[in-house]
């Protein structure tokens, strides 16, 4: 223990949900802790801010929960750092007892298939970073003038970018989508958009309420051809197992969109099953996405695509890529690159068979891109849980905590942002959006963020 504070100096790198759940865990335990909270960005709270759709304002609330861990005394944010590139991990090691590693899966996984980098051709995670006004996606450009989209994947990612995609303008207006991607969706020209899922209905992952949105969309009717639905076997014995209620409702669902016909005028979404990309074809650019039917092999609830030999080819001028996630490596830290995450037991960081003392993973970085929000909860206490035990057990050793690294961050970071900044950042953004009628107006680019605070 730090005998000059008295305190644990526990580091937490990564202001997202887990990042903000694993603090919590901290502050409620008996052990006296102090906990440095890193985050790459100016503004804290990962993909609450940057993922969740603007249309899903009150999925946005863990916020306030965050805030309010955030203003505990023992609790510093400190922005605009990158972990691994300007602090190093060996001089994180010296100045803290427990480092917990919190950066989430910030990469998409990639599908493998010839032109898949073609102009046209982007990752959920781009389009989602733009419209939500992070910084990396300021200025990506998306051809919206396009008629037709292919949406790859049946999450609820893949809905947000769909349901992004297809709503009138108006209703997103009220949002607190980037000023930028509202100007760009007001001059669309989509028409229809294909979304396509690699199983079949009764596997797709989205859930209802993500899905129910889809159908209730003003202007935009939902279709699915009714051959489509037709479940083998081994699926049916798959949907009416008790422990199915969401396949079982989407089954529902889908099966009241059979008799919808596309309508002049309206924008249509298209669901598609048991089809997996094969190739995107174009020139300079996407013009068609070249899909093979799969087959479902395997016992239930372990079905797998498997290609046949029958294709088929959509002609679409855009295509959004949204199958999974994967963590991006840490400089000075193993990886699991198959994973795409930080390899642990429990969250204990581990490099081989060996456990790196002091070295703690949550969130997305430790499981992989799985559940809500809330989930990460529960994976955090296990964390903290680790933490505490190994604090409680270990020979008390000297942590000299921020300072030590003090000289390091003063060379490296220009301008670090505190709480307090944060909040100023918040109020201006803010007062932006109430001109507007919008929660808020976020600032797009680092420098403007800062400048509110020069
Ligand atoms: C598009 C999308 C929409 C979603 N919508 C919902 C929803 O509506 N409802 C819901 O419940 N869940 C939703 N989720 C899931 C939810 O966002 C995740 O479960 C959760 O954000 C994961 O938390 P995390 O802390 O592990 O990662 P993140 O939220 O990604 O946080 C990681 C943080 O670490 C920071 N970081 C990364 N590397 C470094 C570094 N080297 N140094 C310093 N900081 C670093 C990042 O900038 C980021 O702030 C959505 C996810 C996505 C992708």
């Given at each position: 223990m730090d005998g000059t504070v008295g305190s644990f100096q526990v580091a937490i790198v990564g202001s997202g949900p887990s990042g903000f759940y694993a603090a919590e865990a901290l502050l409620r335990s008996t052990l006296p802790v102090h906990i440095d909270m890193f985050e790459r960005l100016p503004t804290p709270f990962g993909l609450v801010r940057?993922?969740?759709?603007?249309?899903?304002?009150?999925?946005?609330?863990p916020i306030q929960v965050f805030e309010r861990i955030a203003r505990a005394p023992e609790f510093s944010f400190l922005g605009n750092i990158t972990v691994g590139?300007?602090?190093?991990i060996d001089a994180l090691k010296a100045a803290y007892h427990a480092v917990i590693f919190?950066?989430?899966?910030?990469n998409d996984r990639r599908i493998g298939i010839p032109g898949e980098d073609l102009k046209g051709s982007h990752t959920a995670t781009e389009f989602v970073g733009w419209y939500n006004g992070h910084p990396d996606y300021r200025d990506r450009i998306f051809d919206l003038k396009q008629d037709v989209v292919a949406i790859v994947g049946q999450g609820n990612v893949a809905a947000d970018v769909c349901r992004i995609l297809t709503r009138p303008v108006d209703e997103l207006a009220i949002s607190d989508i980037a000023e930028h991607a509202l100007d760009a969706l007001a001059e669309s020209e989509i028409r229809e958009v294909h979304i396509i899922g690699r199983r079949g209905p009764a596997q797709a992952k989205f859930t209802t309420k993500e899905l129910r949105e889809l159908t209730q969309l003003t202007g935009t009717i939902a279709t699915i051809d009714a051959a489509e639905l037709e479940l083998s076997e081994i699926c049916r014995v798959e949907l009416a197992s008790p422990s199915n209620v969401t396949a079982q409702k989407n089954m529902g669902l889908f099966k009241s969109l059979t008799g919808n016909v596309p309508q002049r005028g309206a924008r249509r979404i298209h669901f598609r099953f048991l089809a997996s990309p094969s190739a995107l074809l174009g020139r300079d650019r996407v013009e068609q996405l070249s899909l093979v039917r799969n087959r479902l092999t395997g016992e239930a609830f372990a079905q797998i695509a498997t290609p046949t030999q029958q294709f088929e080819n959509i002609a679409c001028g855009l295509v959004f890529r949204s199958i999974g996630y994967k963590g991006v490596p840490i400089p000075g830290m193993p990886f699991d690159a198959s994973r795409g995450l930080l390899p642990n037991v429990n969250g204990r960081v581990t490099q081989g068979d060996t456990v790196l003392p002091g070295f703690y993973v949550t969130g997305w970085l430790k499981r992989g891109p799985s559940g809500i929000i809330g989930t990460n909860r529960a994976d955090s206490i296990e964390t903290v849980d680790a933490v505490l035990s190994d604090l409680m057990a270990e020979e008390p050793r000297a942590a000299p905590g921020l300072r030590a690294l003090l000289p390091m961050i003063e060379r490296r970071c220009p301008r670090v942002v505190h709480l307090s900044d944060w909040f100023d950042i918040d109020t201006a953004e803010v007062e932006r959006g109430r001109i507007k009628g919008k929660p808020r107006e976020k600032f797009t680019r680092i420098s403007e963020m800062l400048a509110v605070l020069s």
């Amino acid at each position: 223990m730090d005998g000059t504070v008295g305190s644990f100096q526990v580091a937490i790198v990564g202001s997202g949900p887990s990042g903000f759940y694993a603090a919590e865990a901290l502050l409620r335990s008996t052990l006296p802790v102090h906990i440095d909270m890193f985050e790459r960005l100016p503004t804290p709270f990962g993909l609450v801010r940057s993922g969740v759709a603007p249309d899903h304002q009150k999925l946005k609330q863990p916020i306030q929960v965050f805030e309010r861990i955030a203003r505990a005394p023992e609790f510093s944010f400190l922005g605009n750092i990158t972990v691994g590139a300007d602090i190093t991990i060996d001089a994180l090691k010296a100045a803290y007892h427990a480092v917990i590693f919190a950066c989430g899966a910030q990469n998409d996984r990639r599908i493998g298939i010839p032109g898949e980098d073609l102009k046209g051709s982007h990752t959920a995670t781009e389009f989602v970073g733009w419209y939500n006004g992070h910084p990396d996606y300021r200025d990506r450009i998306f051809d919206l003038k396009q008629d037709v989209v292919a949406i790859v994947g049946q999450g609820n990612v893949a809905a947000d970018v769909c349901r992004i995609l297809t709503r009138p303008v108006d209703e997103l207006a009220i949002s607190d989508i980037a000023e930028h991607a509202l100007d760009a969706l007001a001059e669309s020209e989509i028409r229809e958009v294909h979304i396509i899922g690699r199983r079949g209905p009764a596997q797709a992952k989205f859930t209802t309420k993500e899905l129910r949105e889809l159908t209730q969309l003003t202007g935009t009717i939902a279709t699915i051809d009714a051959a489509e639905l037709e479940l083998s076997e081994i699926c049916r014995v798959e949907l009416a197992s008790p422990s199915n209620v969401t396949a079982q409702k989407n089954m529902g669902l889908f099966k009241s969109l059979t008799g919808n016909v596309p309508q002049r005028g309206a924008r249509r979404i298209h669901f598609r099953f048991l089809a997996s990309p094969s190739a995107l074809l174009g020139r300079d650019r996407v013009e068609q996405l070249s899909l093979v039917r799969n087959r479902l092999t395997g016992e239930a609830f372990a079905q797998i695509a498997t290609p046949t030999q029958q294709f088929e080819n959509i002609a679409c001028g855009l295509v959004f890529r949204s199958i999974g996630y994967k963590g991006v490596p840490i400089p000075g830290m193993p990886f699991d690159a198959s994973r795409g995450l930080l390899p642990n037991v429990n969250g204990r960081v581990t490099q081989g068979d060996t456990v790196l003392p002091g070295f703690y993973v949550t969130g997305w970085l430790k499981r992989g891109p799985s559940g809500i929000i809330g989930t990460n909860r529960a994976d955090s206490i296990e964390t903290v849980d680790a933490v505490l035990s190994d604090l409680m057990a270990e020979e008390p050793r000297a942590a000299p905590g921020l300072r030590a690294l003090l000289p390091m961050i003063e060379r490296r970071c220009p301008r670090v942002v505190h709480l307090s900044d944060w909040f100023d950042i918040d109020t201006a953004e803010v007062e932006r959006g109430r001109i507007k009628g919008k929660p808020r107006e976020k600032f797009t680019r680092i420098s403007e963020m800062l400048a509110v605070l020069s």
